[in-house]
């Protein structure tokens, strides 16, 4: 089966798996991506595309100051070394299927190169699901929102993150997200 295939859910010509268009096609009343289905119906995605482009921004953690996230301290030794993961949002407070557009960093702490990786999934267990870089030298910053993909996560899915530095040992920022909702799904 070639990716358009699966993309679209087609059917091999002929199968009994597409007697009708609503198939292949989907229903009106499709979730976005087919209520979570392996293979979602167009209208499934049509559902998604609509909701991914006009679904509120949403920040968090919500009307609350960012979460601050440090890289290891540990002498120098550990270049690149992940500090302690952060929990950014905690597991059930965003009830319907979600993704992360931006990562919003500012008061970084230390002139330094740095990456900041996000993972979803309870305390020690989490999965790492993107990663963005970003620097500061001694007359720039990159402050400001950072854009990210992540994959669609599920509802109520806790998200953390954690920070590596190339040399600056206990430097720190402050980061939030910017996210937004599939409201037809959980």
Not at 13 to 19: E, K, L, R, V
Not at 90 to 112: G, L, N, Q, W, Y
Not at 163 to 177: M, P, T, V
Request: charged content about 20%; proline content about 5%.
């Amino acid at each position: 089966m070639n990716i358009l295939q699966r993309f679209f859910d087609v059917q091999q010509a002929d199968s009994t798996a597409n007697s009708t268009i609503s198939d292949v096609i989907g229903n009106k009343s499709d979730k976005s991506f087919s209520n979570g289905n392996a293979t979602p119906s167009l209208a499934g995605h049509l559902r998604a595309a609509y909701y991914h482009v006009h679904s509120p921004a949403v920040a968090y953690p919500r009307a609350a100051a960012p979460k601050t996230v440090t890289d290891k301290d540990d002498g120098g030794s550990t270049p690149w070394g992940f500090g302690t993961i952060v929990e950014i949002i905690p597991a059930a407070t965003i009830t319907t299927k979600f993704d992360i557009h931006h990562v919003i960093i500012s008061e970084i702490s230390e002139i330094d190169d740095y990456e900041l990786r996000l993972y979803k999934g309870p305390a020690l267990s989490e999965e790492e699901i993107g990663a963005i870089a970003f620097s500061r030298s001694t007359n720039f910053a990159e402050e400001g929102s950072h854009p990210i993909q992540v994959e669609p996560q599920a509802a109520n899915t806790r998200i953390s993150a954690a920070l590596a530095s190339a040399d600056a040992d206990g430097a720190a920022c402050n980061i939030k997200f910017y996210v937004h909702t599939y409201p037809d799904i959980t």
